[in-house]
C-alpha cells in the first residue's frame, strides 16, 4: 500500500468508527435506540426481535461503549493526522497494539457472551486497522551489494 493510501484508509476506518460510536451512542436513548436494537439482534442470531435495550443497565452500557469507540476513532484520526508523518513506527506501535488489544478483550467478550458473529464483525475492523498499520515504520532492507 502507498503511503497515501494507508493514510486515506486509516482516516476512513477512524470516521467509521465515529459515526458507528455516535450511533450506539444514540441506543442509551429509547427514543434513537432502534438502529442499535436491529444490530444487537443481529450480532445475537437469530434475527428474531428479542433483543432489546429497555432495560437502564443495558442503555447506560450503550452509552459508554459508543463513547468509547468515539474516542478511539478521535484517537486514531489524531495518530493518523499528527504523527504519523514525523514518526511512523510509533504510530503502527500505537495502532496495531492498542487495536489488538480491544480486539482479544472484546472477541472473547463476546464468545463468552454467546455471540459469535460479533467476533466476525470484530475481525473484519481488526484486519481494516492492523494490515494498512502493519507496514508503517518498516524499514527498508538494504539493498545487496553488487560483487566485485
Known amino acids: 500500500m502507498t503511503p497515501a493510501f494507508t493514510t486515506t484508509?486509516?482516516?476512513l476506518t477512524s470516521l467509521f468508527l465515529i459515526v458507528f460510536g455516535l450511533i450506539v451512542a444514540?441506543?442509551?436513548h429509547p427514543l434513537t435506540a432502534t438502529p442499535v436494537t436491529w444490530l444487537a439482534d443481529l450480532?445475537?442470531?437469530?434475527?428474531?426481535?428479542?433483543?432489546?435495550?429497555v432495560a437502564p443497565e443495558t442503555r447506560l452500557?450503550?452509552?459508554i461503549s459508543g463513547g468509547v469507540m468515539v474516542g478511539f476513532g478521535t484517537m486514531m484520526w489524531l495518530v493518523v493526522s499528527r504523527l504519523l508523518a514525523t514518526d511512523p513506527a510509533l504510530t503502527r506501535l500505537l495502532l496495531v497494539e492498542a487495536?489488538?488489544?480491544?480486539?482479544?478483550?472484546?472477541s472473547t467478550g463476546s464468545?463468552?457472551?454467546?455471540a459469535p458473529v460479533n467476533v466476525a464483525?470484530?475481525?473484519?475492523?481488526?484486519?481494516?486497522?492492523?494490515?494498512?498499520a502493519w507496514g508503517l515504520g518498516r524499514r527498508a532492507l538494504p539493498s545487496p551489494r553488487p560483487a566485485p
Not at 450480532?43 to 435495550?53: A, E, K, N, R
Not at 487495536?99 to 472484546?106: E, I, K, P, R
Open 61 to 63: 452500557l450503550a452509552a
Open 43 to 53: 450480532i445475537v442470531w437469530p434475527f428474531d426481535g428479542t433483543q432489546s435495550l
Open 99 to 106: 487495536t489488538l488489544a480491544w480486539f482479544l478483550v472484546d
Open 9 to 11: 484508509w486509516l482516516k
Open 121 to 132: 464483525l470484530n475481525t473484519v475492523l481488526m484486519l481494516a486497522i492492523v494490515v494498512p
Open 26 to 28: 444514540l441506543g442509551a
Open 111 to 114: 464468545l463468552v457472551a454467546g
